[in-house]
């Protein structure tokens, strides 16, 4: 089971870099699973991946409790409302217009209900 979790935690880990690059591939979901898969079979990777130069911080503050800075959740909500909204207007069916908009409203919601790391 160790071996799946990291390998695991690697495709997740893989995604999440792909994420930073292509705007409809979540980052942050795939580096939370990466690191609960690293968590739970590899304190080495799993601490390397907390202290990393470029994810760590996010990463740590959040685990943590210290919460997002204020940058990222302006950042996430600003990017991700219009191609939410764009993906309304494209769809055609109404049930998938309203459960995207449901998604966005989810997403907002806990966002915003996260602690603001004061770190920025």
């Not at 799993?46 to 210290?66: A, K, M, V």
């Not at 302006?74 to 049930?95: F, K, N």
Request: proline share 7%.
């Amino acid at each position: 089971m160790k071996y799946i979790l990291i390998a695991l935690g690697g495709i997740f880990l893989f995604l999440a870099v792909l994420g930073v690059f292509l705007p409809l591939l979540p980052t942050t979901p795939f580096l939370l699973l990466a690191s609960a898969c690293f968590a739970r079979s590899s304190t080495r990777l799993h601490q390397w991946l907390r202290t990393h130069g470029t994810f760590g911080r996010y990463l740590s503050d959040f685990e943590d409790g210290r919460g997002i800075p204020l940058r990222g959740k302006i950042l996430a909500l600003a990017l991700m409302w219009p191609s939410m909204l764009y993906s309304m207007v494209r769809v055609p069916l109404l049930p998938l217009k309203v459960m995207l908009l449901l998604i966005a409203c989810g997403v907002t919601i806990y966002l915003l209900s996260l602690p603001t790391s004061r770190r920025d």
